[in-house]
């Protein structure tokens, strides 16, 4: 018996005019309807008593491509899920970042929204006034931890004239900021430079190592116990400097100023000077970065929301490439699942019937077109139809004995 779906013509040569002129002789429905007579949806009344069934084999290879095929359907449907679950709207790449985007607009919302100091405000607001303040402790600080350190290393390791240090039986040890001093010390002795620029490395080190999160605690600890111990170290030297030179000024009225460090006010004041101011440096370097922090805050989430809907429309395009597939794979299944059980003619009846839908094709083409143009569409199809049987002989030989 012929299969139920096949398309029963008495002449393959009239139903190739016939086609030919429904499909205006183009190249691709040519193509197609060679498809179906090797297919067997196409027969002559004749073919139904050659038909023959597939074998075993020639079934096993095309369930083979089922699987294979099938493979390849659940994996992508699995994709497609995994971008907008069909079964659950809310789950899916596109619904978090959908989830996300709303989020952020609300948080936009609030923040723009928000100006009123009587509001409590849910986020931290830039403000102009608390940067420029910030800024200019932060000026200041540096200016003066810049002259500190270079001041004190410069008592601490050159020494003062003793003449100096004496104004009014009072020691002076040159520790508030001056600026003409500053200047001489760095025109003088430039490599004193050093000892500030260390400090200020150290102080950005930890704020880096900070804004890294805690696993570099131990790394931000072992930072400022570095600076304390420089700080300390610079200290016991003016100490020990200034107990030298009172003891080389032999005079009495100063004799009750030569003290142990654990005594000596000095060695405080200056270790204050250097390691709290150090730490107060430290801490308005982070409060200014903080501030400016927040006056991206809207511009960032700007950003993240235009990211985001970047990287849900890439999604919607590949989600709907994969839905075009999962299309065509699911339509080849059905047809090779048609294919496996259909019965189908042996290939020199197959042969046959193929030339005989070219002859029709092309008398509808050289009618068409007329005698030059007709004859190159001809010739073009005659190739067609030769490659189409070498291929269908070379595919088909090993199942047809």
Known sequence: MNDFSSVVVKDLREYGVEQAGTYKGGMEAYKGMLDKIRSG??????????????????????????????????????????????????????????SEISLLKNQLDDIENTHSSSHDNKYNTFSWGTFFFLLFLLMGLSFYLLYFYMSVADFALNGVDTMRLFQEGRLNIQLLPNLTR???????????????????????AIHLFFEKGERFRNVITGLLILVFIGDLLLAFQVHSAINEILIKANREEFKSLIVPVYADS???????????????????YFLLQAEW??????????????????EILELQEKRMLWETEIARIAKK???????????????????????????????YLSTLYGREKGEMQIKIINEITESYIDDLKEFQESFFK
């Open 293 to 310: 922090t927040k006056k991206n805050m809207i511009k960032m989430r700007y950003k993240r929301i235009n990211r985001l809907q970047n």
């Open 266 to 284: 000095r060695f405080y004041l200056v270790l204050f000077l250097g390691f709290g101011v150090f730490a107060i440096w430290s801490a308005v």
């Open 333 to 363: 299944i059905e047809n090779l699942n048609k294919e496996k059980d259909r019965m189908v003619l042996p290939v020199d009846n197959m042969e046959k019937n193929i030339n005989y839908f070219r002859d029709g094709w092309n008398g």
């Open 182 to 204: 500053l200047i001489y010390l760095i025109i003088n002795y430039p490599p004193l430079i050093v000892f500030p620029c260390i400090f200020f490395g150290l102080g950005t």
């Open 41 to 98: 949806s196409i027969l002559t009344e004749q073919d139904s008593v050659r038909l023959v069934p597939k074998t075993e084999e020639f079934k096993k290879r095309i369930q083979k491509q089922i699987d294979a095929l099938l493979e390849k359907y659940y994996e992508l449907k699995s994709r497609v899920d995994e971008i907008l679950n069909s079964t659950n709207i809310s789950k899916g790449l596109v619904p978090i970042r959908e």
